[in-house]
């Protein structure tokens, strides 16, 4: 399973997405032919001030039970916070 997390500005996470998307495509074929296994590439995107996607909701479950949307989007917006204060310190 390959997994991208990124935390792009808010009007660039439907374009991320999306690039990602088309950029891993290459590689889970290569590595599915090369190994004879199943691969998926999931590209989790939230946005600097929390804005997500619909299509977030279904990557979660397919990595593990243990992570909820909030708790990324909870992360998201603490890190975005954190390099503010320090910005403006």
């Known amino acids: 399973m390959l997994i991208d997390v990124a935390i792009p500005g808010d009007r660039n996470v439907i374009k991320k997405e999306s690039e990602d998307i088309l950029k891993y495509k290459d590689l889970v074929i290569e590595i599915q032919r090369m190994w004879n296994v199943k691969a998926k590439a999931i590209p989790v995107k939230i946005g600097v001030t929390g804005t997500i996607l619909e299509s ?7 990595i593990s039970e243990n992570h909820e949307i909030k708790e990324l989007h909870k992360t998201a917006i603490s890190g975005t916070a954190h390099i503010l ?5």
């Open 56 to 62: 977030l909701r279904q990557y979660p479950s397919n």
């Open 85 to 89: 204060r320090k910005v403006i310190m």
